[in-house]
Every structure is written in C-alpha cells, then in structure tokens.
C-alpha cells in the first residue's frame, strides 16, 4: 500500500467503491421521486456523492458524481451544499480521464440552473474563470470539446459580466479554430468554438466594436482555412461538413458586421478591409461589406 497506510487499508478503495454504489443504486431506483426522501437524508446523500466524487480511485469517483448529478436535477435546493460542491467540481475538472471534466460541466450546469438569479450569475462567474483557464492550457482535443461547450453554456448566466474576460475568450477561440488542418480537421472542436464565439458576440455586444481587429483576423483566417482544408481533404462526409462549417462562420460574421458597423469609426475601417480583400480576389466575395447609402471612406 500506499507509504504510512496500513495494512488494513488495502481493502480501502474496494469498500468506497461498494459504499459508492450503494449510494448510486440508492438513488438511482428512486428516479426523479429522489425529493421523496426526507430533506435531511437527501442533504446527506448529496454529502456522501461528492465525497465519493473527491476520491483518485476512477470508479468511486465516477460513481459520485453520476450520484451528485442526479442530486442536482432533482432535490430540492435547500438540500444541496453549494460551496462543498464547487470545491469538488473543480477538482474533478483538473482530472484528465474522460469521464470526469464531463461530468463536472454537467454538473455545474444543473446547478447553476437551481440557483437563484443573484447566486447564479457569481456562481457562473467562478466557474467561467477555472473553464477558460482548463482551455488555454489544454491541448486535448476531446478536453478542449467539453470546456467549449460548457463556456458556450455558461456565458448566458455571467452575461455582461464575460466583458472582462474577451481577450481570453478570444483567445481560446483563435487557438481552437487553429485546429482545422488538413492532416487532422477537428470539425468538431470547430463546431462547438463557433457556438462560443456566438455567445461572445450575443453576450458582451457593448465591448465589440473595440474588439473588431481581433475578430476580424480570426473570421478572414478561419475563412481561408475552410477553403484550404476543403481542398486538401477527403473523406466522406467533407463536402458536407465544410459547407456546414462555412455557412456558420458566414453567418456569424454577418452578425458581427451589423454590431460593428453601428460604429462609424469601425464602418469606416471595415470598408478598407473590404477593399483589401476583393483586390485579393473573387473568393473573398462572401467576406465584403456592402458601403451604405452615401457612405464616404476617409483618406487615410
């Protein structure tokens, strides 16, 4: 065993992992009646999963937190320890086995959901600040897939408050469309990173605008990567997947067009850039911007 346990202790991860199944089976034969227990019983079950959801050993550990996440969809609120929750939730994000950042943005998506507005939005906040920083230094495809996701679904709870965090959620962004390249296309890396820079444009719309020239490179760059790699690749479902990915993007990039150019110092800068790119060639034509009625672009 382990230096300083002792002997004894050997059987340790076989008794959690019995007692964390006990738990599981538990709760899983009540279904979504779980509320039917007494609050305090329930309060401790919860205890008990995310102690099992604290432990190395996998299984006990995948145990607990498939327990605490049925917890979190169906006992009452007052039943859940919210504070020991988010302690061990960050935790099992760190982990690098598959099943455990999952269910750890799974979780903290049901919980988030059974917080009041005020308690959620700080919530959100917390854990949008430790998902940015999973994805900056991860370089796992699959990792990079589920802490996208979980931004994209936390974003609407923080809502203005993401202002502060642009430049990382740009930055995630950037590093994660990088991704699509001939040799391995990561669509679907790609996919989730569009929804996320979605949220970015729908959620943190006041600071945008001040934000175009970064934007604008990862729209034109990604734009030239779906050409280049479309060109490169094959496999059966390319056509299909890069039209889907292009259409996105496009459609995106409408939308950011229509915020910024409320501005008139950004119109004007985008009406250059439109320029640029059409002496680049016919290609480039779904990325130009239509001048208004009347619209004069400044000597420069």
Not at 167 to 188: E, F, G, H, W, Y
Not at 204 to 210: A, G, Q
Request: charged letters at 25%; a negative charge; hydrophobic letters at 40%.
């Amino acid at each position: 065993g382990p230096e300083g346990s002792k002997p004894g202790d050997i059987y340790a991860p076989a008794r959690k992992a019995v007692s964390a199944t006990v738990v599981a089976v538990i709760i899983g034969t009540q279904g979504d009646s779980t509320g039917h227990f007494p609050h305090e019983f329930q309060a401790h079950l919860f205890q008990l999963a995310l102690g099992f959801a604290s432990e190395f050993e996998q299984l006990t550990c995948e145990l607990g937190l498939a327990s605490a996440l049925h917890l979190l969809k169906h006992s009452p609120i007052e039943c859940l320890d919210v504070p020991l929750a988010e302690g061990v939730l960050r935790r099992s994000l760190g982990r690098r086995e598959a099943p455990f950042p999952q269910g750890a943005v799974s979780a903290h998506i049901e919980l988030l959901a059974r917080l009041p507005d005020g308690d959620r939005s700080h919530a959100a906040y917390r854990i949008l600040k430790e998902y940015l920083r999973q994805l900056l230094r991860s370089f796992d495809v699959p990792l990079k897939i589920v802490f996208t996701t979980g931004t994209s679904a936390i974003l609407p709870s923080v809502g203005l408050a993401s202002i502060r965090y642009i430049p990382d959620i740009i930055a995630c962004v950037r590093q994660n469309l990088r991704l699509l390249t001939p040799t391995r296309p990561n669509v679907s890396v790609c996919f989730e990173t569009l929804g996320l820079l979605r949220e970015l444009l729908r959620q943190c719309w006041p600071r945008i605008p001040h934000h175009m020239t970064e934007l604008l490179e990862i729209f034109l760059h990604f734009y030239c990567d779906i050409q280049e790699v479309r060109r490169d690749v094959e496999y059966e479902d390319a056509p299909k997947d890069y039209d889907k990915l292009q259409n996105l993007c496009l459609q995106l990039y409408s939308l950011f067009i229509e915020m910024v150019s409320k501005d008139e110092k950004c119109f004007e800068d985008l009406l250059h850039f439109s320029e640029e790119l059409a002496q680049r060639g016919a290609s480039f034509r779904p990325l130009l911007v239509k001048p208004r009625q009347g619209a004069q672009i400044s000597q420069k």
